[in-house]
């Protein structure tokens, strides 16, 4: 099949044009900025400190469990149990908080829950062979079904209302940046590193890429993928506590469609469904696009359904564009 005139211009030269097909965190960037300027055109209040930083704040939730999912997709698995966690992690967060006054406690009791989700999601899908797809989504319904049991549909409130847990999820760095959007920012960098930089992020790729090779490559393929929903699971609870933080309650109904905004982004974001492809970095463009996105219809007085159908035609573009751009030779 012939090449087209302009793929074969990128193929060929090494400037602007290759860098925009072979980095796709490039081109995100660039779809990112213009979004932000058809919406500053389009709105006096879209461009403000105010708003910018509230849809930072606001993203930075699907930003930090979009971290952990893309590395479970990269290898080579799926995880989209991430909506029911953030809200099932409120619920000892909450509970034992107002039973200790002590949010360290709170904090630890969340993080165990999530690290137990993360073990069985991994021990099913990783040791047992148990299709990942199936695993995450049980568990989603499992743990959605025990929300709503254990509140009876109720929230639990914060009583104890310390300032340092309302702080987590509504305090401002210097008054002006959100504090979940300072710890997704810190955690995104970390995780980044590690997967750029650390043999983890190495043996992720491997796995997804090519799980046999990387076996014989002496890779423990298993441990990888059981760490991935690890990871995965406990980013997802730091998402939950934020969560609860902004609420001031484990709310029963949080998280509803979480999974599927975190997983569309990801994958917006460049991150192969089939293992082995991506970054953190693109992941987290995904989110920021979205995220304006949304904010920007928004302000523009669009229905929510027609955000929704914008939304899912600029995802299958997305992903169409991404798998086009993979089989060119």
Do not use: C
């Not at 799926?78 to 709170?106: F, H, K, Q």
């Not at 300032?163 to 710890?183: D, K, Y």
């Not at 730091?238 to 709310?251: D, E, N, P």
Request: net charge positive; glycine share 12%; proline share 3%.
């Amino acid at each position: 099949m012939p090449r087209s005139p302009s793929l074969s211009a990128a193929g060929s030269s090494p400037g602007i044009a290759r860098l925009f097909f072979r980095r796709s965190e490039v081109g995100l960037l660039v779809a990112l900025l213009a979004v932000i300027l058809f919406f500053a055109l389009a709105s006096d209040t879209f461009l403000t400190v105010r708003n910018m930083t509230n849809v930072l704040g606001q993203a930075s939730l699907a930003m930090i469990a979009g971290i952990g999912v893309a590395i479970v997709f990269i290898s080579g698995e799926v995880d989209v149990s991430v909506g029911s966690l953030v809200a099932a992690v409120a619920i000892p967060l909450i509970t034992v908080m107002n039973a200790t006054e002590s949010l360290a406690l709170g904090i630890a009791a969340a993080l165990a829950l999530g690290l137990a989700i993360g073990i069985v999601n991994g021990f099913l899908a990783a040791y047992l062979g148990i299709n990942s797809l199936i695993v995450t989504l049980g568990t989603l319904f499992i743990l959605r079904g025990g929300v709503y049991l254990y509140t009876g549909q109720k929230a639990i409130p914060d009583d104890v209302a310390l300032e340092s847990f309302f702080q987590l999820g509504n305090g401002r760095l210097l008054g002006v940046v959100p504090w979940p959007a300072v710890i997704a920012l810190v955690l995104l960098l970390v995780f980044a590193y590690v997967m750029r930089h650390r043999s983890f992020g190495r043996k992720v790729y491997a796995v997804g890429g090519n799980p046999e090779v990387a076996r014989l490559a002496g890779y423990d393929v298993k441990r990888v993928k059981f760490t991935g929903f690890i990871i995965s699971s406990l980013l997802a609870t730091v998402s939950g506590i934020l969560l609860a933080s902004r609420l001031g309650s484990a709310v029963h109904v949080a998280g509803i469609g979480f999974e599927f905004q975190v997983v569309a982004a990801v994958v917006l974001g460049g991150v192969s469904l089939s293992g082995g492809v991506g970054s953190l970095f693109g992941a987290a463009l995904g989110v920021l696009i979205l995220s304006f996105l949304s904010n920007g219809l928004g302000m523009l007085d669009l229905a929510t359904e027609w955000q929704l159908v914008i939304t899912g035609f600029i995802i299958i573009a997305a992903v169409g564009f991404d798998e086009w751009k993979r089989r060119q030779p």
